[in-house]
């Protein structure tokens, strides 16, 4: 039964990893045609619509760059997380450590959040420049068992590199909505103008334009849709490969039931860092969200997952 519990985590965690592959492969083709379109629409000539191309990748590089390597710090920051040494916390930083050597992985930075919400979430570039933040709430509210299934979850983002995907997709986003909101200011301002004088590179401009428009205004919509669908996939992963380095999924099962169960309102998250989090902490949006919208894959179905291992099976999802 073991064994066949290994092959079924092996045939999961490749899924993900082709799901998410495949979402990134889509976001960075979207990107180009937008950026082609665009210089096309604003240029009026094919070659020229090289700029647009140029633009997508100026503004990708700066924001990637500003992104990938103080990213981390911003979403720390912002959730007011403030860094931890071992006396600070012994059962988190012994547990942390555990899971870290279970992983391979280097010891991450641990923060604390002080909120009563009980939630928890990795960030970084790499397991090198990885840091893990749990609430106080948390550790108040949880036992050892279920601390363990929490922070081997956050560390398997770490080890699957789910944090340097969150982060690249981030980017992506970012750069497409920087694309949409140039564009769209830019049209105050007299771009897109006929530079041919011939009729059919005239209307072929405004076809352009048109097709632009359109996307300047979608394009920014369908680009969180995919992040939000990588999202769920990099959880389903999360929690396999959790399952993996603790052995127990019962802890994990019952830190999520009582996680998605609690109350209490997570005061630091927002709409942004929502989808960093074990569980999404807006909670009102949360009961509304079961498709497209949602952060999170149904924390019922997750749960429910779990329980299924406990016995030696996994049912099949839609994830």
Do not use: C
Request: glycine share 8%.
């Amino acid at each position: 039964m073991s064994e066949a519990r290994e092959v079924t985590f092996r045939e999961r965690i490749a899924k993900n990893r082709r799901n998410s592959l495949l979402l990134i492969a889509v976001f960075l083709a979207l990107v180009t045609v937008f950026g082609y379109i665009i210089g096309y629409a604003w240029t009026a000539d094919p070659t020229g619509a090289v700029f647009g191309l140029i633009l997508a990748f100026a503004a990708g590089t700066v924001s990637g760059l500003l992104t990938y390597f103080g990213g981390d710090k911003i979403v720390l920051t912002a959730s007011r997380a403030r860094q931890i040494e071992h006396d600070d916390a012994p059962v988190l930083f012994n547990v942390v450590e555990e899971m870290a050597i279970a992983a391979g992985l280097p010891m991450p930075k641990v923060y604390i959040i002080e909120d009563s919400a009980p939630n928890a979430f990795a960030t970084g570039r790499d397991p090198e420049h990885a840091s893990i933040a749990v609430t106080s709430g948390l550790l108040q509210k949880l036992n050892r068992d279920e601390l363990q299934g929490v922070i081997a979850h956050e560390m398997s983002h770490v080890g699957n590199f789910d944090i340097r995907y969150a982060m690249l997709v981030g980017i992506l986003v970012g750069t497409t909505v920087l694309i949409s909101d140039f564009f769209l200011r830019s049209l105050w301002f007299g771009g897109g103008r006929s530079r041919r004088s011939n009729n059919g590179g005239g209307q072929i401009q405004v076809i352009m334009m048109i097709i632009a428009l359109v996307l300047a205004i979608l394009a920014p919509i369908f680009a969180r849709l995919l992040q939000l669908s990588i999202s769920r996939q990099r959880e389903y992963l999360a929690d396999a490969s959790a399952v993996q380095l603790t052995r127990n999924p019962k802890g994990l099962a019952d830190a999520l039931q009582k996680i998605s169960g609690d109350q209490e309102v997570l005061e630091a998250a927002n709409r942004a860092t929502a989808h960093l989090y074990i569980v999404n902490p807006v909670k009102k949006f949360e009961k509304r969200s079961r498709g497209l919208f949602s952060t999170h894959p149904p924390i019922e179905e997750r749960i429910k997952i779990l329980r299924a291992m406990e016995t030696g099976g996994i049912p099949e999802t839609s994830g």
